[in-house]
């Protein structure tokens, strides 16, 4: 069975900063696509990154560029999203989602179940 686990979500200051994990398990790791995706309330899922556990290519939105890093442990089968510079516009409800394929802008798959991240001003 596919499982997506995310953690690492919490409350933080405005200019803080959060690691969030992803654990996957059931599939072959390193032939994927894993992304980030997040919503707060009242608004639409917005895509925040992506990464092709292959061969490394990432990809941001725009309005988390060169703030976010995410990364990829290919023992632990983890995915990661640092956060970093924090805005209480990031607070939403992060999830992680693998895609059907090895590269990023494809169909996703399966998601875990989110984890809140709360950004006080």
């Known amino acids: 069975e596919v499982q997506l686990v995310e953690s690492g979500g919490g409350l933080v200051q405005a200019g803080g900063s959060l690691r969030l994990s992803c654990a996957a398990s059931?599939?072959?790791?390193?032939?994927?696509?894993i992304d980030w995706f997040r919503q707060a309330p009242g608004k639409e899922r917005e895509g925040v990154s992506c990464?092709?556990?292959?061969?490394?290519?990432?990809d941001y939105s725009k309005s988390v560029q060169g703030r976010f890093t995410i990364s990829a442990d290919n023992v632990k089968n983890t995915v990661y999203l640092q956060m970093n510079s924090l805005k209480p516009e990031d607070t939403a409800v992060y999830y992680c989602?693998?895609?059907?394929?090895?590269?990023?802008?494809?169909?996703?798959?399966?998601w875990g179940q989110g984890t809140l991240v709360t950004v006080s001003s």
């Open positions: 059931g599939f072959s790791f390193g032939d994927y696509a």
């Open positions: 990464i092709s556990i292959s061969d490394g290519f990432t």
């Open positions: 989602a693998v895609e059907s394929g090895s590269y990023c802008g494809g169909k996703l798959e399966v």
